[in-house]
């Protein structure tokens, strides 16, 4: 009886499993087609998600966004950019301040950024520039992160009753094994935000 019960707890448990590595791949299906979608078009602030900076300047990653974003703007698709980020163990500089340096270097004016700047996850990010968006009253946003962070980020924002548009930093497409365990990577995050787990 015991070797019977034990049996079949095993095969529930495998059935779980089963069943959350399904819904984790179809996220991360959706996560790829979302990737490489531009949905720019106009809004009330252009939101760029936090990557690393070195002392004080961006990291060629973050210094890719800012310059879509810097794009965006120039387009006149939004009249305000709000970069986020925190300092992520620096002890002076934090991501959001490096980005507004870096954005009032190339001609945005002061009254135009808006810093979320204590963010130190995306989920943490992401709830705060929703809170600053909410204090002005912007009801939409384009979201300017690398392609694989988008569904994720534009689903948290939607959450919390914003209209949200992705545009992903340009970037040469590569299907590798890299590439495939961000996707895989950003859905089991998803997944655990629905469930009320943040990272």
């Not at 707890?9 to 779980?16: E, G, N, P, R, T």
């Not at 998600?49 to 990653?61: C, F, K, Q, T």
């Not at 991501?95 to 950024?113: C, T």
């Not at 961000?182 to 469930?195: D, E, G, S, T």
Request: charged content about 25%; overall charge positive; glycine content about 8%.
């Amino acid at each position: 009886m015991r070797r019977r019960l034990f049996t079949l707890a095993i095969f529930v448990v495998a059935l779980a499993a089963a069943g959350a590595f399904a819904e984790v791949y179809s996220i991360a299906r959706k996560i790829e087609r979302q990737s490489t979608v531009d949905e720019a078009r106009p809004a009330d602030v252009i939101v760029v998600l936090g990557a690393a900076e070195y002392r004080g300047r961006p990291s060629p990653v973050l210094e890719r966004r800012l310059n879509h974003a810097l794009w965006l703007y120039h387009q006149g698709l939004a009249p305000r950019i709000l970069t986020t980020g925190g300092k992520g163990g620096d002890p002076v500089f934090s991501e959001g301040e490096v980005a507004r340096a870096y954005l009032s270097k190339h001609d945005v004016p002061a009254e135009a950024i808006l810093v979320e700047s204590q963010g130190d996850t995306t989920v943490y990010s992401t709830t705060a520039a929703a809170e600053i968006m909410h204090r002005l009253n912007l009801k939409s946003c384009i979201v300017v992160s690398d392609g694989y962070h988008i569904f994720r980020v534009k689903r948290m924002l939607q959450s919390d009753g914003m209209s949200v548009y992705g545009s992903p930093r340009p970037e040469v497409p590569r299907n590798d094994w890299r590439q495939r365990w961000l996707y895989f990577r950003q859905a089991v995050a998803y997944a655990l935000w629905r469930i009320g787990i943040p990272v």
